[in-house]
């Protein structure tokens, strides 16, 4: 009996659950079944810097844009502990949004070098969005639903439906 080696989906939803170091992989590949449990099993705390680093944003920055608690979060680092279900859920939704900002790029064509779509969604995040009536982005990561409609809205400009 011959199996087939793992298609790139499979690879990535493997590396994504398993892999050792802190900050979730791009996660906008994934199932919501495999994104939920990557989220009940608990990121490591130190996904924090990682993402942060990613960003380029202060870790400070970066923890209240996404609505964690900073302190918290610093304790778990210091411990080398797993964060929460519902902080993990924040960070595995923020990667899937800058996944999502990832593949647009690379569906339009070829990447500018040395493009970041962390350090992309980054700058976006902090600018005024005429279609979130003057709002920034980043006011709405910190909820399930205001990230859900920042994966519209990136999905509309994608589109070219952007209002």
Known sequence: MSTSPPTA??????????????????????SAIERARLVKQGLPARAVQEMSAAMGLPRDQFMRAVGLARSTVERKIAARGQLSESESEKLVGLSRLIGQVDAMVRQSGEPPPRFSAARW???????????????????????????????????????????
């Open 9 to 30: 989906r499979e690879r990535s939803a493997s590396y994504a659950l398993h892999r050792p170091s802190a900050a979730p992989a791009n996660t906008f590949h994934l």
């Open 121 to 163: 969604f980054s700058a976006w995040m902090a600018e005024p969005v005429a279609a979130l009536g003057g709002a920034c982005p980043q006011e709405l990561l910190d909820t399930a639903d205001g990230r859900e409609a920042l994966g519209n809205l990136l999905l509309q400009m994608q589109n070219g439906v952007y209002a």
